[in-house]
């Protein structure tokens, strides 16, 4: 029998990281040499960065800087098919028995998806357990509007349901495969934090820094027309699932 490549990662890792990336080109050097700082010691952890349609250099930087690197891989969506649709096509296409996903623009580091595994490592059965970044160090305004729409959907939905868009979003492959039509845009943390809560899953959350982006701009918080577009589409969504909850 030959022997193994120590270089290779593991056939079932730990964790699998999704990090959806589009239009990250000039970010992507800094996240993935970030990467490599924190999972230096790690060999049971895979990061998979989704290429989701992105038109600007991002597909002709990447295998260069992921060549290095084995515990990284990209999948390329084509077209883009959303934030949340990204993310799904990276969990599709993961290997870990613990999943999740943090954004590609460094406002929250890589290293926090550590922090929420040790709560994983420590479960009796990872597949009840959901973990999630809490943010802290951001501007006032995005803290009244994050407030804002957690009291909102905590109303409706009758569930705690607190920075609702905090990464990373960690849970056990099990609690994935017993998803059921997740949104392809951003209410996909909505969708996957009301679920865990509904299925009676524990709920741990944990203090996460946000700070600024590295490079470009958000693609939804950029102004307040940009942000009564997101909270129309999230209420819409969140209508469609308080209808669902009634019908059970």
């Not at 969506?77 to 590609?104: F, K, M, S």
């Not at 501007?139 to 109303?155: I, L, S």
Request: proline residues 8%; charged residues 25%.
């Amino acid at each position: 029998m030959p022997a193994s490549d120590p270089t290779s990662p593991p056939s079932t890792p730990t964790l699998s990281l999704v990090i959806p990336c589009y239009n990250e080109a000039a970010n992507l050097p800094l996240l993935v040499d970030r990467c490599a700082v924190v999972f230096a010691d790690r060999d049971d952890v895979e990061v998979v960065l989704v290429d989701n349609g992105s038109t600007d250099a991002t597909p002709d930087v990447l295998p260069g800087l992921l060549a290095p690197h084995p515990f990284l891989r990209s999948v390329r969506v084509e077209p883009n098919q959303g934030y949340g649709g990204g993310i799904l096509a990276g969990l599709r296409a993961a290997r870990g028995r613990v999943l999740g996903w943090t954004h590609a623009d460094l406002q929250t580091d890589p290293q926090d998806a550590l922090i929420g595994l040790e709560r994983f490592e420590r479960a009796d059965d990872p597949d009840l357990l959901f973990a999630k970044g809490r943010r802290f160090g951001r501007p006032v305004t995005d803290v009244v509007f994050t407030v804002g729409m957690a009291v909102f959907e905590t109303a409706l939905l009758r569930a705690p349901l607190w920075d609702i868009n905090a990464q990373p979003t960690l849970f056990g492959r099990g609690f994935f495969e017993r998803w059921s039509d997740p949104p392809t845009d951003f209410s996909l943390d909505l969708f996957a934090y009301y679920e865990a809560t509904r299925q009676g899953l524990e709920v741990t959350r944990f203090p996460v820094y946000f700070g600024q982006r590295a490079h470009g701009v958000s693609r939804w918080n950029v102004d307040w027309t940009s942000r009564a577009k997101f909270i129309r589409r999230t209420v819409d969504y969140s209508l469609t699932m308080a209808r669902a909850r009634r019908g059970r």
